[in-house]
């Protein structure tokens, strides 16, 4: 089981702003840089946001980041239907010396 | 462009041994920390294990410790994953991914496309 916890699944209407929250501890989310991967069916995951609240080359400012103590915060603004995927949460862990992801929550557009 | 091709997988039985390899391509191999990331069929992610630039430090999973050993050849810019003592829920796809966290092993932006390891008799 990991250590990190998201929600299941979230959903909204095209257009309108999902969030996805990503809760850890203080060995990991704490003190460590959070990222967040998108992963549609059948593919490698795609990394969104790291160092908390930054963005790759070629990810729209549509994707946000934010941490706030042992927790952290994936914002997706003016969903698209192409935004339908798997979402992890990821960090480095101090005590288990070893990264971590969250469990994962898909994403669905109505 | 980074380019990761991961290789090996296949089946094998409960107990039994395999190595993947991971060939890295368009960047300087040597400079990078690695790691393996595995996803069960119909799962969430699960970080395997890393290795730092020189291979000095070496991380596992609880899951994989004592199992699993990480290695890398930077001639040959190849990192590998030796795995033995396999069991069924070790069954899932393995990528294998570029650290670009500074050896942080916080993020990783590159990532390969997977090879399918079956745990199976």
């Known amino acids: 089981q990991s250590v990190l916890t998201q929600p299941p699944s979230v959903s909204a209407a095209p257009g309108q702003k999902v969030t996805i929250s990503c809760s850890g501890g203080?060995?990991?989310?704490?003190?460590?840089?959070v990222s967040w991967y998108q992963q549609l069916p059948g593919t490698a995951p795609k990394l969104l946001i790291y160092?908390?609240?930054k963005r790759p080359s070629g990810i729209p400012d549509r994707f946000s980041g934010s941490r706030s103590g042992t927790s952290a915060t994936l914002g997706i603004a003016g969903l698209q239907t192409g935004d339908e995927a798997d979402y992890y949460c990821g960090t480095w862990d101090r005590s288990l010396s070893a990264g971590v992801f969250g469990t994962g929550t898909k994403v669905t557009v109505l | 462009e980074v380019q990761l091709l991961e290789s090996g997988g296949g089946l094998v039985q409960p107990g039994g041994s395999l190595r993947l390899s991971c060939a890295a391509t368009?960047?300087?191999?040597?400079?990078?920390?690695m790691g393996w990331v595995r996803q069960a069929p119909g799962k969430g992610l699960e970080w395997v294990s890393a290795i730092s630039v020189g291979g000095v430090n070496t991380y596992y999973a609880d899951s994989v410790k004592g199992r699993f050993s990480i290695s890398r050849d930077n001639s040959k810019n190849t990192v590998y994953l030796q795995m033995s003592s396999l069991r069924a829920e070790d069954t899932a796809v393995y990528y294998c991914a570029k650290d670009d966290g500074g050896g942080s092993l916080e993020y990783f932006q590159h990532w390969g496309q997977g090879t399918l390891v079956t745990v199976s008799t």
């Open positions: 368009g960047f300087t191999f040597s400079s990078y920390a």
């Open positions: 203080r060995s990991n989310i704490a003190n460590n840089y």
């Open positions: 160092d908390n609240n």
